[in-house]
């Protein structure tokens, strides 16, 4: 589905990416961990080309070289920033419904699988997202994405800022994102939630995979854990 070979990364002369591999195959979830620095961010922009790169991306099987950002979506692509980037002075159902992609084929999700997923989103379906807490933002972002019918879903720190009830929610957002065969790569700070809803971990550390296995393999690896994640 999605494989990354050798990827380089830039911002300016820093060169964040070190030739970077990784694969997310369909209906995986992938947690990318690592330290704030470690390139995750920047691995996930690259892929949505919103940062230049050289390397291999492709994109069940075809190379993602040279696409713009929008190009890239309507491929089957769903990205979910750490910014959340609501549109705040539309409502909430005017933000979920500009989420829809002309020309996806097999339309999976609607409105009210939106409000099932998240009940809090129903009831504030007509509020401007700019007031919305930042829980709810990033509610209204996870779906907003998912209204675009993506095979894979690229999403940055979701529980983030979050209180415990609201990170719950987002894990049994993204069981349900398993249970529908969309894949994630899921960049997460918090272990407990990266290990427990993800088929496989990727580690990386100075812009580079350090280490790669399923999350059983990583919780046996205390010394992994200590030099790449613990500070």
Known sequence: ?????????????????????????????????????????????????????????QWCGQSLAGLAPHDIAQQGLGYVPESRDVFAQLTVQQNLLLGQKDGRLAKRWSLDDMYQLFPQLRQRQHTRAGVLSGGEQQMLTLCRTLMGNPELILIDEPTEGLAPQLVALVGQFLHTLRQHGVAVLLIEQKLAIALEVSDRVVLM?????????TPESLRARSDVRQEWLQV
């Open 1 to 57: 589905m999605l494989h990354v070979q050798d990827l380089h990364a830039y911002y300016g002369n820093s060169h964040v990416l070190q030739g970077v591999c990784l694969d997310v195959q369909p209906g995986e979830i992938v947690a990318l961990l690592g330290r704030n620095g470690s390139g995750r961010s920047t691995t996930a922009k690259a892929i949505m080309g919103l940062v230049q790169w050289h390397g291999t991306l």
């Open 205 to 213: 550390g100075q812009g580079r995979v350090v280490f790669e296995g």
